[in-house]
Structure formats: C-alpha cells, structure tokens
T-cell receptor, first 113, second 109 residues
Framework: DTGVSQNPRHKITKRGQNVTFRCDPI?????LYWYRQTLGQGPEFLTY????????KSRLLSDRFSAERPKGSFSTLEIQRTEQGDSAMYLC???????????FGPGTRLTVL | KNEVEQSPQNLTAQEGEFITINCSYS?????LHWLQQHPGGGIVSLFM???GKKKHGRLIATINIQEKHSSLHITASHPRDSAVYIC???????????FGKGTLLTVNP
C-alpha cells in the first residue's frame, strides 16, 4: 500500500465555481479526517468519518461544503460556489481507529481567483 | 488564546546544533503528536505520545501531562531537518487533532 493519496494535487478555479476533491485512505483504515490549512497556519479540523458515517463537522464547514465517504472507502469533499476565502490546502488523513497515528495525504491546494 | 501554542515560531540553527521546540496546550488531551511538514504540504507523523519520552534516531520527544507541555529535540541538526514542525493534540473521541501554528526550522550548513 502506498499510503494516503489525494487528487487533484492542485486546483485553480474561478469564484463561484464548484470543485470536488478526492481522498483515498490507506486500505482498511476505518477513520478518515479532512483538515484545511491556510498559509502560515496549522491545519484545522473540518470533518471526520468512521467507515461511511460522517460523525462530526466543524463550524468551519459551511453549507457550501459537503463530504461523503460511500462504502467506507474513498472520500470526496465538494465546495459549491467557491469564494476566495476557500483558498487553502485541503488535507486528508486516515487512521486504523482509536487514538492511533493519523497518516496524511499530500494535500490538494485550492486557489480561487 | 489558541488551545495549542508553539515556540519559537521561527528558528535558525547551524548544522550540528541541538534544537528544542516547545509546545504548550490548555485542554485535556489523550495524546500529543509531533508532525513534520516539508514545503509542498506533505505531513509526516514523527511521534505520538501520551506520557514520558520517545526517541527515534536524532529526534526525542517528551511530554509532561501535569504541566501540559511537550518538547521536541533534535540532536546534531542537519540541513535536511529544515521543515515546519507542528504540535497537535488529540481530543477524543473522535480523536481529531487540534494543531499549533508550527515552528519553521532552518538549519544552515
């Protein structure tokens, strides 16, 4: 297994467009996390899945954001009607479960023009 | 006030120097991570600890739960150690991470 992968690595879009990111976790990892990191800041928690169930969402996740993890495998994060403030690195991490080490993907860098 | 504070924000060292990065937190935690982030975004977990001390190669991490403080030490620093080092605390369930802002370490040859 090659670790957590994310696609695309970079996305440039115009304000108002919709974008979708994909995360493929390490096989058999039950937990999947999405984080967002803006320039010069540490990452911030967005949402979390235990298998296919989305169990917690941050207040940072406005109604324009939606995340899914069908069948408990890969996950998608969609942002509708993007705004310039959405420009950030979107990071995905997975873990086997419990208080285990989280393994991070390389991230998707979003630039909204 | 952030729940996780790191110091210093920036650190420049000469190759071979002993490095210390500090992390203080203000909430109850189940564990603490030290992470390394290189330019381009990739994050690697260096340590996860809930008590005492861990060592891996030239890296040492300690935590004092009573004082809500952790340190990351790098012995015999090398230019390839240059990166952002991030402290993150685990509050669970669901064991999501709350991150510090990171410490930018530059090691000059």
């Amino acid at each position: 297994d090659t670790g957590v992968s994310q696609n695309p690595r970079h996305k440039i879009t115009k304000r108002g467009q919709n974008v979708t990111f994909r995360c493929d976790p390490i096989s058999e990892h039950n937990r999947l996390y999405w984080y967002r990191q803006t320039l010069g800041q540490g990452p911030e928690f967005l949402t979390y899945f235990q298998n296919e169930a989305q169990l917690e969402k941050s207040r940072l996740l406005s109604d324009r954001f939606s995340a899914e993890r069908p069948k408990g495998s890969f996950s998608t994060l969609e942002i509708q009607r993007t705004e310039q403030g959405d420009s950030a690195m979107y990071l995905c991490a997975s873990s086997p479960g419990g208080a285990d080490t989280q393994y991070f993907g390389p991230g998707t860098r979003l630039t909204v023009l | 006030k952030n729940e996780v504070e790191q110091s210093p924000q920036n650190l420049t060292a000469q190759e071979g120097e002993f490095i210390t990065i500090n992390c203080s937190y203000s909430v109850g935690i189940s564990a603490l991570h030290w992470l390394q982030q290189h330019p381009g975004g990739g994050i690697v977990s260096l340590f996860m600890l809930s008590s005492g001390k861990k060592k891996h190669g030239r890296l040492i991490a300690t935590i004092n739960i009573q004082e809500k403080h952790s340190s990351l030490h790098i012995t015999a620093s090398h230019p390839r150690d240059s990166a952002v080092y991030i402290c993150a605390v685990v509050r669970g369930p669901p064991d999501k991470l709350t991150f510090g802002k990171g410490t930018l370490l530059t090691v000059n040859p």
